[in-house]
């Protein structure tokens, strides 16, 4: 059984930092796109960063460029998102994803990941 665990959410003042990981389990995603997506209430899931299964490309929404940070640990099976410089606009639950088919170019769109991890809840307080 596939599973994808994020943790290290919270609640932290504006200009904080927080680092979520997204621990996978159950098959290796070493080969494959992951993502991070967040939902705010009321809102639609929203694209927030991907990267490729070596690391070498990464996409950002623009929103969250120059304070958020996407990085793996394929020996872990292990995705990360640093949040530097938090706004209160970055209040929601973060979801990771993953991307069941090998070397694929990431892309934005929550239908093209297969599986989803539960969700850890992140809130700024201003």
């Known amino acids: 059984q596939v599973q994808l665990v994020e943790s290290g959410g919270g609640l932290v003042q504006a200009g904080g930092s927080l680092r979520l990981s997204c621990a996978a389990s159950?098959?290796?995603?070493?080969?494959?796109?992951m993502g991070w997506f967040r939902q705010a209430p009321g809102k639609e899931r929203e694209f927030v960063a991907s990267i490729n299964w070596s690391s070498e490309s990464t996409d950002y929404v623009d929103s969250v460029k120059g304070r958020f940070t996407i990085s793996r640990d394929n020996a872990k099976n292990t995705v990360y998102l640093q949040m530097n410089i938090l706004k209160p606009e970055d209040t929601a639950v973060y979801y990771c994803?993953?991307?069941?088919?090998?070397?694929?170019?990431?892309?934005?769109?929550?239908?093209?990941?297969?599986?989803w991890g539960q969700g850890t809840q992140v809130t700024v307080s201003s």
């Open positions: 159950g098959r290796t995603f070493s080969a494959n796109a």
């Open positions: 994803a993953a991307d069941r088919r090998p070397f694929r170019t990431m892309v934005r769109t929550p239908t093209s990941y297969d599986y």
